[in-house]
């Protein structure tokens, strides 16, 4: 598969929604770049999703998927420069020592492209950590980006996270649904 190209961006604010939760990076993708994607998805061999498994989420939408560490080594480029150094995941022995620090080192050669139709959705769900079958790399988090977004008219399909607290009504933390925008979240 050949990927739309993309261009490295130069002083994208990275902007925390959720400590070391959410981020994210607003036109990460120009417009233009945006609608090449949109384009290069509608001429995939999109498969509408499978009825839920036991245990899984309510899901319904079309997707493709490939590996690419081509294109992951791309995604990785054009985010990282503008993302903050990140504490160990809590399961990490050296999150036993105080203040350690690191900067993303890749992102996942499984790469998933979502399209949704009006009342298409995803429901309520976690993402799990996976291993990357290819540099064997384990993930700490979840890169969306959308292609389209409210400028495009599109109404719902925000990604909503429930942040709760014991003994607190339960928070609902909805980021902005914008084109081109990079949302990571673990």
């Known amino acids: 598969i050949q990927f739309p190209p993309l261009r490295q961006?130069?002083?994208?604010?990275?902007?925390?929604?959720?400590?070391?939760?959410i981020l994210v990076l607003d036109d990460l993708m120009s417009p233009?770049?945006?609608?090449?994607?949109v384009k290069?998805?509608?001429?995939?061999?999109l498969e509408?999703?499978?009825?839920?498994?036991?245990?899984?989420?309510?899901?319904?939408?079309?997707?493709?998927?490939?590996?690419?560490?081509?294109?992951?080594?791309?995604?990785h480029a054009l985010i990282a420069p503008h993302l903050p150094s990140f504490p160990y995941p809590q399961?990490?022995?050296?999150?036993?020592?105080?203040?350690?620090?690191r900067l993303p080192h890749s992102c996942n050669s499984n790469i998933r492209m979502y399209k949704y139709t009006p009342s298409q959705h995803f429901g309520p769900h976690y993402?799990?950590?996976?291993?990357?079958?290819?540099?064997g790399t384990r993930s700490e988090w979840t890169l969306l980006i959308y292609l389209t977004g409210t400028e495009d008219g599109v109404e719902g399909g925000e990604t909503i996270f429930y942040?709760?607290?014991?003994?607190?009504?339960?928070?609902?933390?909805?980021p902005p649904l914008r084109r081109g925008t990079a949302l990571l979240h673990r």
Do not use: H, M, W
């Open 9 to 21: 961006k130069e002083y994208l604010k990275c902007t925390t929604i959720l400590e070391d939760q």
């Open 48 to 75: 509408l999703t499978p009825p839920k498994k036991k245990g899984e989420a309510e899901r319904v939408n079309y997707r493709f998927s490939t590996t690419s560490e081509t294109f992951a080594e791309r995604l």
């Open 40 to 45: 290069f998805i509608d001429n995939l061999p």
């Open 127 to 135: 993402d799990d950590a996976i291993c990357d079958t290819k540099t």
């Open 91 to 101: 399961s990490s022995k050296r999150r036993e020592i105080d203040g350690l620090l």
């Open 163 to 174: 942040k709760n607290q014991r003994g607190k009504a339960q928070e609902i933390i909805t």
């Open 32 to 37: 233009d770049e945006c609608k090449l994607f």
